[in-house]
């Protein structure tokens, strides 16, 4: 009887929970990786945003190329004068 008591009470008394080695893999696994891709993405936002400086860079310059070919040739054919050439500069 006093086995049968003693074995009610046990059942039913919460044990305290700790958490299992899969689960704490898991845990660690996740922080890791969210570490290794922050750092990764902290280093590529310079990087594209430099490029993105650049690409606006290179742009600026042929369309100034663009420009300056068109005011070429409307002086050599003669189709443009001082005042245009002035505003499209």
């Known amino acids: ?21 899969d689960d704490w893999i898991k845990k660690i696994w996740y922080i890791y990786t969210m570490e290794y891709y922050s750092a990764i993405k902290d280093k590529t936002i310079p990087f594209t945003t430099t490029w993105m400086e650049l690409e606006g ?17 409307s002086l050599i054919c003669g189709r443009l004068t001082n005042t245009q050439m002035k505003k499209t500069v």
Do not use: G
């Open 1 to 21: 009887l006093f086995l049968a008591k003693l074995y009610t009470i046990a059942k039913k008394w919460k044990q305290a929970k700790c958490p299992l080695t």
């Open 57 to 73: 860079i290179m742009l600026s310059e042929i369309s100034q190329t663009e420009k300056d070919k068109y005011c070429m040739i």
